[in-house]
């Protein structure tokens, strides 16, 4: 370019473009502005963001403390309960404990007001309380403490033997034996002096049967002559069973029953000073009747015998002797009736309700 200023010179100089007209030219600046990128939200739409943004964060933290803290409650409210069931189930325990600790009371309480009520009804002693010199005879004839179950009802038979021993125990036992079941034998001691006997009786013993006292010598008269007569009798066999099977009987049967024309102006007396001294004595309810000159058949046995079926603790009265074999045949049948009827055996204990004869009341 010559001669002058340059066209560019010009045309900035008159603000002027080479494309158009000065005034349709937007200024520079705002071309600028336009021709820049956006920089981020608009301020409004950002506090916006922000705002929801800490208060999700808030939401989030107060949710996670209080999960944490539910979870602690829980774990709290948890542990309190098994605290609880553990507490109830200590007291309930101790409270089944409690009564079933008052019912061996009540139980004892109502056996204590039975033996007083016996001792008073039957009791001999004067009126100004004088003891009867029988009670200083024979200070080791005591029943040892019973300390088992006690048997107050429910179907229970109990099977007894008396007069023995003699040779058809061992058929008896085998009997027992093939069908489980325990039963009662009341020994007479003078059929018993023999070695054979005296095995039978250890036999009996061994089995797991209880032995009971039926007198020495099975003699009414000289028993029941007197209550010092009859603990005699019953003091000889009462060492003798201990000596032969070392084992102490606690319970006892009058021979012919504890009523009898024998007895009856000195029963009241021998049961006061019997029961004073721990002994309990059994009648029966059910009876083989076989207590006869010839002996009966089998059959009739058996029927005799299942008359008690029906009856809570049934005591049947059978003979162990010589000349009872057809007790003895009669035997399964009577086992198997019983046991058909829903009865459980056992032998005789201190702790079984006695069954006993009906007495005339003592004025």
């Given amino acids: 370019m010559t001669g002058g200023r340059s066209q560019m010179e010009h045309m900035a100089e008159h603000n002027t473009s080479?494309?158009?007209p000065e005034a349709l030219r937007p200024p520079l600046e705002e071309q600028t502005k336009a021709a820049a990128p956006a920089r981020g939200l608009p301020k409004p739409l950002f506090f916006a963001v922000a705002a929801l943004a800490v208060a999700l964060g808030a939401l989030a933290a107060y949710l996670w403390f209080f999960g944490s803290g539910c979870r602690r409650s829980m774990a709290l409210m948890s542990a309190g309960r098994d605290y609880m069931r553990q507490e109830l189930e200590e007291a309930n325990a101790g409270l089944a404990a409690a009564r079933a600790e008052l019912a061996q009371r009540e139980a004892e309480l109502a056996q204590a007001r039975d033996t007083i009520g016996l001792l008073e009804e039957y009791s001999v002693a004067s009126p100004d309380g004088t003891v009867p010199e029988y009670t200083q005879l024979y200070p080791d004839f005591y029943a040892q403490p019973w300390e088992g179950e006690r048997v107050d009802g429910g179907r229970v038979c109990f099977l007894t033997f008396d007069d023995g021993p003699s040779r058809n125990t061992g058929r008896v036992l085998e009997v027992l034996e093939r069908y489980g079941v325990k039963a009662t034998?009341?020994?007479?001691?003078?059929a018993a002096t023999g070695a054979a006997s005296q095995q039978r009786m250890r036999d009996i013993a061994a089995a797991g049967h209880a032995i009971g006292m039926h007198s020495w010598s099975h003699d009414y008269k000289k028993i029941y002559a007197s209550v010092e007569a009859f603990l005699a009798d019953f003091y000889r066999l009462y060492q003798y069973i201990h000596e032969v099977t070392g084992v102490y009987p606690q319970v006892f049967r009058f021979p012919g029953g504890s009523i009898n024309g024998y007895d009856r102006g000195?029963?009241?007396?021998?049961?006061?000073?019997m029961t004073r001294r721990g002994f309990v004595y059994f009648d029966w309810n059910a009876s083989a009747q076989d207590a006869t000159v010839t002996p009966r058949p089998a059959a009739d046995i058996?029927?005799?015998?299942?008359?008690?079926?029906?009856r809570d603790l049934v005591v049947v009265l059978c003979h162990d002797?010589?000349?009872r074999g057809t007790t003895v045949d009669a035997l399964p049948a009577i086992v198997e009736g019983y046991q058909r009827s829903g009865y459980a055996f056992s032998p005789l204990h201190p702790g079984v309700a006695p069954v006993t004869m009906g007495y005339p009341k003592i004025r």
């Fill in 321 to 323: 002797s010589a000349a």
């Fill in 302 to 310: 058996a029927a005799d015998c299942l008359r008690g079926v029906g």
């Fill in 18 to 20: 080479l494309d158009g």
């Fill in 185 to 190: 034998f009341f020994v007479v001691g003078s």
């Fill in 266 to 273: 000195v029963y009241q007396e021998i049961i006061a000073e």
